[in-house]
């Protein structure tokens, strides 16, 4: 402890300058975790600074502070004035190669990094991938405001696999890197999440991450290097080993990396709970796909029924008139029966009138003879 009178909260509770807004429970962290650095040249960057009074906060918390930057995508946070010099302020947004290169100029490293920015997991996890490679060995980055990582407007939810707060539960996996036992980088295991938020993380600075914290809402992680991250060699002190006496060999051994690639919950290619999401991700397409193939089939359905009738009510109107037309062929036909047997019985008539006559005529004297 530096023995400072005034701690975080009360510099904030005192504070009348610009509005700032935090967290009871956030002041008490921040004043034991930033203990050790307050009489420090401090670099800090804070991403999301709202009405910019958290700036004024920390530079007089930190009196030492060699620069304070805040970076907020509101245009209106451009016109917040400081009459300090060694506070920043970037308009734009975090997570672009215009804002990493303005924040970097002003310094190319940070000793403390705060985000309190959009809350939303996609927007956590790449700043995280862009700016925690610039956070120097000894550093803190500090991820606030987690609790939205369980809301669904912030792209979260308590089982969601790519929140933020799972983004970094994932990272106790990478700090243990040397005990996987299967041939798998630490970028790889946190694929799901580059290919979702279009993130690019490093090795490198993963193998930095030295360890890290959960408090209510808030996730540290603290940098350093890589080999002061590793487990390092067993240290076996005194000589009396009554109940294990077969430890004593093992002083200055290193870890026993046991092979665990047959080891099914090790040997996967992604995390159970990614893998769960892919394939609920593709019962769902299927079942819109199957969905869809219904409707069509049902629309199918309705068309060729439709066609159907229609087919039915054509061959209908063609038979009624055919029936019509056989009708009237049949009374033609009738007519032309009745008119030929009328034509007969007028022949049969004058035949027999012939007939008549004739006989009458052959019957009757010949003035002739």
């Given at each position: 402890m530096t023995g400072h009178s005034a701690t975080l909260r009360s510099i904030f509770i005192e504070h009348s300058g610009k509005a700032s807004d935090k967290w009871a429970m956030y002041l008490d962290e921040y004043n034991r975790l930033f203990d050790s650095y307050r009489?420090?040249?401090?670099?800090?960057?804070?991403?999301?600074?709202?009405?910019?009074?958290?700036?004024?906060?920390?530079?007089?918390?930190?009196?030492?502070?060699?620069?304070?930057?805040?970076?907020?995508?509101?245009?209106v946070c451009a016109q917040l004035i400081y009459a300090d010099p060694q506070i920043v302020v970037v308009m734009a947004d975090a997570n672009t190669d215009e804002a990493e290169q303005r924040i970097r100029a002003v310094s190319a490293a940070f000793d403390l990094i705060i985000d309190d920015g959009s809350h939303h997991?996609?927007?956590?996890?790449?700043?995280?991938?862009?700016?925690?490679?610039?956070?120097?060995?000894?550093?803190?980055?500090?991820?606030?405001?987690?609790?939205?990582?369980?809301?669904?407007?912030?792209?979260?939810?308590?089982f969601h696999p790519d929140s933020s707060v799972t983004f970094f539960k994932r990272l106790?996996?990478?700090?243990?890197?040397?005990?996987?036992?299967?041939?798998?980088?630490?970028?790889?295991?946190?694929?799901?999440?580059?290919?979702?938020?279009?993130?690019?993380?490093?090795?490198?600075?993963?193998?930095?991450?030295?360890?890290?914290?959960?408090?209510?809402s808030m996730c540290v992680i603290r940098k350093a290097q890589p080999d002061a991250n590793v487990l390092g060699h067993r240290l076996i002190v005194g000589a009396e080993a009554l109940v294990c006496s077969d430890i004593l060999p093992f002083h200055g051994s290193s870890s026993l990396l046991t092979s665990q690639t047959d080891n099914p919950w090790s040997s996967e290619d992604?995390?159970?709970?990614?893998?769960?999401?892919?394939?609920?991700?593709?019962?769902?397409?299927?079942?819109?796909?199957?969905?869809?193939r219904d409707t069509e089939i049902a629309n199918l359905n309705q068309t060729a029924t439709a066609s159907a009738l229609d087919n039915l009510a054509q061959l209908a109107q063609v038979r009624q008139q055919l029936e019509t037309k056989l009708l009237q062929l049949t009374e033609q036909s009738q007519l032309r029966s009745g008119l030929e047997q009328s034509v007969k019985t007028y022949l049969q008539t004058n035949q027999d009138s012939a007939n008549v006559l004739a006989l009458l005529i052959s019957d009757s004297p010949n003035p002739a003879r």
């Amino acid at each position: 402890m530096t023995g400072h009178s005034a701690t975080l909260r009360s510099i904030f509770i005192e504070h009348s300058g610009k509005a700032s807004d935090k967290w009871a429970m956030y002041l008490d962290e921040y004043n034991r975790l930033f203990d050790s650095y307050r009489d420090l040249p401090v670099r800090l960057l804070e991403i999301g600074i709202q009405n910019g009074g958290s700036l004024e906060i920390w530079k007089k918390y930190f009196s030492n502070a060699e620069m304070i930057v805040g970076c907020d995508n509101n245009p209106v946070c451009a016109q917040l004035i400081y009459a300090d010099p060694q506070i920043v302020v970037v308009m734009a947004d975090a997570n672009t190669d215009e804002a990493e290169q303005r924040i970097r100029a002003v310094s190319a490293a940070f000793d403390l990094i705060i985000d309190d920015g959009s809350h939303h997991s996609g927007d956590i996890v790449r700043s995280f991938a862009r700016y925690f490679a610039h956070l120097a060995d000894g550093g803190m980055y500090i991820a606030e405001d987690l609790h939205c990582s369980y809301w669904q407007g912030f792209e979260g939810g308590l089982f969601h696999p790519d929140s933020s707060v799972t983004f970094f539960k994932r990272l106790a996996d990478v700090i243990n890197h040397e005990h996987w036992g299967v041939d798998v980088t630490r970028c790889e295991l946190l694929k799901g999440f580059s290919s979702k938020y279009t993130a690019t993380l490093d090795e490198v600075a993963l193998a930095s991450i030295h360890s890290i914290e959960f408090i209510n809402s808030m996730c540290v992680i603290r940098k350093a290097q890589p080999d002061a991250n590793v487990l390092g060699h067993r240290l076996i002190v005194g000589a009396e080993a009554l109940v294990c006496s077969d430890i004593l060999p093992f002083h200055g051994s290193s870890s026993l990396l046991t092979s665990q690639t047959d080891n099914p919950w090790s040997s996967e290619d992604c995390p159970l709970d990614a893998a769960l999401l892919a394939q609920t991700q593709e019962i769902a397409r299927l079942t819109a796909s199957v969905s869809a193939r219904d409707t069509e089939i049902a629309n199918l359905n309705q068309t060729a029924t439709a066609s159907a009738l229609d087919n039915l009510a054509q061959l209908a109107q063609v038979r009624q008139q055919l029936e019509t037309k056989l009708l009237q062929l049949t009374e033609q036909s009738q007519l032309r029966s009745g008119l030929e047997q009328s034509v007969k019985t007028y022949l049969q008539t004058n035949q027999d009138s012939a007939n008549v006559l004739a006989l009458l005529i052959s019957d009757s004297p010949n003035p002739a003879r």
